[in-house]
């Protein structure tokens, strides 16, 4: 689990996932800190759907 918003973005933007051998996947990372509402990362909700939708398209380019 992300303690400050900044481990929170390095999470989801690792290039391994999960980003730590043995820890969370970044789905369960961005799951947990969406519920978590004493986690302060500023605009929370766009990083997250940010984070989505460039997954999203990087798996639909690998499709391609």
Known sequence: MAH??????????APSDPPHP???SKVDIARQAWDD???YVPN???????????RFLKD????A
């Open 37 to 39: 509402t004493s986690l």
């Open 22 to 24: 043995d820890g969370l």
């Open 4 to 13: 400050s918003a900044q481990e929170f973005i390095r999470a989801l933007k």
């Open 60 to 63: 639909k380019d690998k499709d």
């Open 44 to 54: 929370k909700e766009e990083a997250i759907t940010d984070w989505i939708l460039t």
